[in-house]
């Protein structure tokens, strides 16, 4: 989430008030205190442009080999 902020130049306190929650909620998603639910991804991507995607780190896993 903070890099998506440093993208756009918006700080937490801004992202907070544009959505109505508190810088340290804000804080405590950027530094992985908290899951982020799809309801508040979804809010917080609208708010800042982006894709839900953008706002995960995404790690794949390599299919096993079926015999």
Do not use: F
Not at 17 to 33: G, L, V
Not at 44 to 55: T, W
């Amino acid at each position: 989430l903070q890099d998506r902020l440093d993208d756009i130049g918006m700080t937490q306190v801004q992202l907070a008030d544009k959505i109505n929650k508190t810088p340290q909620w804000i804080s405590d998603i950027a530094k992985d205190r908290h899951k982020l639910s799809l309801k508040n991804a979804k809010l917080i991507a609208d708010a800042i442009g982006c894709h839900i995607d953008d706002l995960y780190e995404w790690h794949y896993l390599r299919r096993s080999k079926r015999r």
